[in-house]
């Protein structure tokens, strides 16, 4: 195959590119791409990159051959940048850091995704170039599934869809010895202590813009946390671990049409990782659903999640440990808020990002966290 030039963004897909990115990957045989039209999707999603859905027009249309593709450009800029990416370009080693994660979904798709049933769309091609830090992904559009929303939440009956997923991929890298050959899949939780600097580091900043919306009891775990975030992370890092899709809420999730199979679809893959099942299971689980839902529904799901787990045949995991690991996965999301709201310009924010914010400073987001007594687990 011949060179193959490396889009930086949307307008420089071209016909001729498509095609020779479909041929070297069998898509296409003799046909070529003679057209597109291109169509911005997402911006009131993620607040990072330019996606595009791409509709492909050939000179005649084998089998297999896609349209329309959704195109992802998770490095390019947007002509109004977030308040999180805004953060993010003015310091050096995060924007490092999420390049390393843009590449690591590439490298997800490629190496992982293709080898178990994973819920997820497919990769017709992707792409990272080192020498100028950008990313590309072209995938299967997935326009007739429903997009989970964060800001409004979701049934019990949906996120047991979510449950059942999740503990179908979990049973199946559970302590996977695949995981360990993988040099860019790097554990869960990064430096434990380089985590609990970022943390004392931007608690001043959250506490100053945000800390009147907070109760005592919540105040006074954010304390605790100065000396214990790390270690609230070392302790997630710790076996069993298994493959976990590492930020999973509803923005990140796609429900099939009522005319497919139920279920439910994973997309945004940049922070996979291995670790603790629960990672994920508690990201979403206590972010999903509304108060009453999640009161009535909390244990049903918990203990459905364990019983796949089981029933698929993972061994020596309790429910116990289930439910003292979902204290530390509390804990961990309550740091990070600090350490996401902490690095914003709340001046800055508007939109969706603004909407965001607010839900995650509301008082019943916090609801969870005093259900379970999370604190109790302190100090560790």
Not at 270 to 296: C, K, M, N, P, Y
Request: proline share 5%; hydrophobic share 45%; aromatic share 10%.
């Amino acid at each position: 195959m011949h060179q193959v030039s490396f889009p930086h963004g949307p307008e420089e897909l071209t016909p001729e590119w498509f095609t020779a990115i479909f041929r070297a990957n069998a898509l296409l045989i003799s046909e070529a791409v003679i057209g597109l039209q291109r169509e911005v999707i997402g911006q009131d999603r993620g607040f990072t990159g330019v996606i595009v859905r791409v509709f492909l027009q050939y000179t005649l249309h084998e089998k297999g051959a896609p349209s329309p593709v959704v195109v992802k450009f998770p490095t390019a800029s947007r002509t109004m940048p977030s308040a999180y990416r805004t953060a993010q370009s003015q310091d050096v080693r995060a924007a490092r850091r999420y390049f390393e994660r843009c590449s690591r979904e590439v490298l997800f798709y490629q190496k992982i995704a293709s080898v178990g049933d994973l819920p997820v769309p497919q990769l017709y091609y992707g792409a990272i170039d080192h020498t100028t830090d950008h990313v590309i992904l072209v995938l299967e559009d997935l326009r007739l599934a429903r997009a989970g929303d964060a800001l409004h939440g979701c049934t019990e009956a949906e996120a047991a869809l979510v449950v059942d997923r999740l503990a179908q991929f979990h049973a199946r890298w559970w302590m996977h010895p695949l995981l360990e050959t993988h040099s860019w899949l790097p554990l869960w939780g990064g430096d434990p202590q380089a985590e609990q600097s970022r943390y004392r580091q931007c608690l001043p900043s959250f506490l100053q813009q945000f800390g009147s919306r907070i109760s005592r009891p919540v105040l006074e775990a954010l304390d605790a946390l100065t000396t214990s975030y790390g270690a609230v992370r070392s302790r997630l890092q710790l076996a069993p671990t298994t493959l976990i899709h590492g930020d999973l809420h509803l923005d990140n999730l796609l429900f099939p049409p009522q005319t497919e199979e139920p279920g439910a679809i994973i997309i945004d893959w940049q922070s996979v990782a291995h670790g603790r099942g629960v990672i994920d299971l508690g990201l979403f689980l206590f972010g999903s659903l509304e108060i009453t839902d999640r009161r009535a529904a909390e244990e049903r799901l918990l203990r459905r999640y364990h019983e796949l787990l089981q029933t698929a045949g993972v061994t020596g995991y309790s429910f116990s440990q289930l439910m003292e690991d979902c204290r530390l996965v509390l804990l961990w999301l309550l740091g990070a808020k600090v350490v996401w709201l902490g690095s914003l310009d709340a001046t800055r924010l508007n939109g969706r990002e603004l909407a965001l914010v607010n839900a995650s400073l509301a008082e019943d987001n916090f609801t969870a966290f005093l259900d379970h007594n999370a604190s109790s687990s302190l100090p560790l």
